[in-house]
């Protein structure tokens, strides 16, 4: 069974300060890797994609991933209070034809304290 | 904003009630989803379509049967529901050959 792990929460951190939040995986398969924004009440909004081993840098985001470990993380620079949210986690594998099948971690809420 | 459009953003009904969720995209994508989710949970996979036929099945209850009209179009019909099925359904699409899923705003659903 594909499992992906974050973990727990909840997650507090200063106002400026760097949120670290981490994701293992099990299944070796896996080939894309996605961190999800969710505000409550709202839907997952994607924030960032990686599909290569090393970091990615997007703004103040960045992700990290180690295939070898299958381990992705996500580090948030400079945090702000609008980053208070909780964040999923995602990893995909082929499915049929041209859908993808994407398992979701349990999330990490994260609180950013002004 | 997201371009995939759900409706209605906010549903309540009966257990002896029969409606629908709709879900409609117009980026070309040729695989759409439902998900569901519960407070404080990620979001679970129930169905996928796949060039407007269904792909997966995760293994879903009967009283929720789905419908792709269309490539563009995706129905979520709800019969005899019970209250435990009260969650946010999502939908969502992805392009052919692409890895990234686009997701609706969602539907709260109550059921009472």
């Known amino acids: 069974q594909k499992e992906v792990e974050q973990n727990s929460g909840p997650l507090s951190v200063p106002e400026g300060a760097i949120a670290s939040l981490n994701c293992t995986y099990s299944?070796?398969?896996?080939?894309?890797f996605f961190w999800y924004r969710q505000y409550s009440g709202k839907s997952p909004e994607l924030i960032m994609s990686i599909y290569s081993n090393g970091d990615k840098e997007d703004g103040r985001f960045t992700a990290q991933l180690n295939k070898a470990s299958q381990y992705v993380s996500l580090l948030i620079r400079d945090s702000q209070p609008s980053d208070s949210a909780t964040y999923l986690c995602?990893?995909?594998?082929?499915?049929?034809?041209?859908?993808?099948?994407?398992?979701f971690g349990s999330g990490t809420q994260l609180t950013v304290l002004p | 904003d997201t371009e995939v459009t759900q409706t209605p953003k906010h549903l309540v009904m009966g257990m002896t009630n029969k409606k629908s969720l709709k879900c409609e995209q117009h980026m070309g994508h040729r695989a759409m989803y439902w998900y569901k989710q519960k407070a404080k949970k990620p979001p679970e996979l129930m169905f996928v379509y796949s060039y407007e036929k269904l792909s997966i099945n995760e293994s879903v209850p009967s009283r929720f049967s789905p419908e792709c009209p269309n490539s563009s179009l995706l129905n979520l019909h709800l019969h005899a529901l019970q209250p435990e099925d009260s969650a946010l359904y999502l939908c969502?699409?992805?392009?052919?050959?692409?890895?990234?899923?686009?997701f609706g705003e969602g539907s709260w659903l109550t059921v009472v």
């Open positions: 995602a990893v995909t594998a082929i499915s049929s034809g041209s859908a993808r099948q994407l398992t």
């Open positions: 969502a699409s992805s392009q052919q050959g692409g890895d990234t899923i686009y």
């Open positions: 299944d070796r398969g896996s080939q894309s």
